[in-house]
């Protein structure tokens, strides 16, 4: 009578961790589900971009907004050519992998000349198949063209502006930084921001003031001035 009752009380035990392990497994499969779904429809809502912003002013009057009449910056090392920046306020992308980004600062000057620039066109079944360009005696072909800024093989760069070409006046505009790499989330990953430590021109286009050292995410916020020299 004893044995039987043990055995009863096992086989109750066993059909309650049946039972027991049952749920669980429903549970599990549940909790599952829901971490799959919930990582379907995951998605990062950060902004995870930081540019510096920058603007630019007379060094006659301070308080007014420099216009040129072209401006391009070419990033050294990268086959890019930021242009439309005429108005004198502008968002620059920095390198996250290094501490410093440098920049090839290409404008027109006020006071700017013309350059002879000739055309030597290979025509093939009334099809132009290939366009030379003659300058100071030498022929080069056309790497690359942004907007009005012309970028020759021979690292020339020229602009079409006033219905000829105008040399442009070049000068490098250094960045210095310290990155600092921010965990945002699983879905968002890492972002960068800034910590300006210095800013300057190779030739002395203008005077440069930083005044907001931290390059976040947040949207066009401005870090430097720029006090343009009279050109």
Known sequence: MQMTNVKQRALKSS????????WLMLLFS????????????????????????????????????????????????????????????????????ATETKYVWCMIPRIYEYVGVSLDTVWQ???????????????????????????FSDSTMLYFYAGGFVRPMIDTLTISYDPIHEFVSGECGYRTIYELKNV?????????????DRVTNKFKENHVNIYMSVY
Do not use: Q, W
């Open 200 to 212: 300057a021109f190779s030739k002395g286009t203008g005077d440069l003031l930083i005044e907001n």
């Open 125 to 151: 079944d009334s099809v132009a198949v290939d366009i030379k360009y003659c300058m100071d005696g030498k022929s080069v072909s056309l790497k690359k063209k942004e907007r009005d800024l012309f970028y």
């Open 30 to 97: 549940l909790c599952v589900g829901e971490t799959f779904i919930s990582c379907e429809n995951e998605h990062c809502d950060e902004p995870m971009y930081s540019s510096m912003g920058i603007s630019c002013f007379s060094e006659i009057n301070p308080t007014d907004k420099y216009t040129f009449l072209a401006l391009s910056l070419l990033p050294m090392g990268a086959d890019t050519i930021y242009t439309g920046l005429e108005n004198g306020v502008f968002y620059l992308p920095l390198n996250p992998s």
């Open 15 to 22: 059909r309650t961790f049946k039972s027991l392990g049952m």
